[in-house]
């Protein structure tokens, strides 16, 4: 499933694109995906400009500018792809996997692409997006002022889940997913069993820079291509290539005086990985 770096890449692809531009034609192919479309998809979007796009946790969010402002918010489910044609370039014709199709009076071709269709589209009035059902549980993003030693405490205190589970719950941090969860608790040096309520002060301050750090790097990269995701452009992420431990059970740890394995259980039905030797 994408993560907060694949959908950050995403959005910075749509941004020089779509900010500015007016959309002349929008057009569903199917009911929805893992819910309907909203049927005034189109009413409410066909010939409003973009004012912005952002993202909130795993969400983008395209919003419109002018009175009573609408927002258009996009989840990539597990295989969601967003596919771009620019102006003067032939537009693609739709294949049997785009479903959402919007075009631009500057010449811009915009389909959202998911074959599982597990994603979603939903719409919101700016003026109370913060509360929207899908975005107001979401606790703050890993780059925010928000999100530091005393918040992370506070949110371990009492908790009897592992680390590794409570990074994963949105509620408590936005956009993390069990790649950067396994990556950043290894860089932290902090077991993905370790108990949450069992987190130091010091030690919540380095996984707040392990995470950041990893996001940063993951971001740059354009994200991690392990199946489906792609840029706007095709263009694969390669973090992938830079894992420290996901997906490398039973081989060597790459720290140097370590000389262990990578392991890998399952938690919460999901797998993790980490190595015995460097993660406490």
Not at 95 to 102: A, K
Not at 173 to 202: D, F, M, Q, T, W
Not at 268 to 277: D, E
């Amino acid at each position: 499933m994408p993560e907060l770096p694949e959908v950050e890449t995403v959005c910075r692809g749509l941004r020089p694109v779509l900010e500015g531009a007016e959309i002349t034609r929008l057009l569903t192919r199917r009911e929805g995906l893992r819910r309907p479309f909203p049927p005034d998809l189109a009413q409410r979007l066909v010939g409003r400009r973009v004012a912005g796009v952002s993202r909130r946790g795993k969400y983008i969010l395209i919003e419109m500018d002018g009175g009573n402002a609408s927002v258009l918010i996009v989840h990539l489910g597990m295989s969601g792809r967003v596919k771009v044609d620019l102006p003067g370039c032939a537009h693609r014709e739709p294949g049997r996997h785009d479903h959402l199709i919007i075009q631009t009076r500057e010449g811009t071709q915009i389909m959202l692409n998911d074959a599982r269709r597990f994603g979603l589209v939903a719409l919101a009035d700016a003026a109370s997006l913060a509360d929207h059902p899908l975005l107001g549980h979401l606790g703050p993003e890993p780059f925010s002022d928000g999100l530091d030693a005393a918040y992370l405490l506070g949110a371990c205190q009492k908790r009897a889940t592992s680390m590794k589970m409570l990074l994963m719950d949105q509620q408590v941090i936005a956009g993390l997913g069990n790649i950067y969860v396994s990556e950043s608790l290894y860089r932290a040096g902090i077991s993905p069993r370790l108990k949450a309520a069992r987190l130091s002060r010091k030690r919540a301050g380095a996984l707040i820079e392990a995470l950041r750090a990893v996001l940063e790097e993951a971001i740059l990269a354009g994200g991690s291509s392990l199946r489906d995701h792609a840029g706007i452009n095709g263009e694969l992420g390669t973090f992938q290539h830079g894992f420290k431990v996901y997906g490398r059970a039973d081989e060597a740890c790459l720290s140097d005086d370590c000389g262990q394995s990578i392991k890998r259980i399952i938690q919460a039905g999901r797998a993790t990985f980490y190595c015995p030797g460097c993660q406490r």
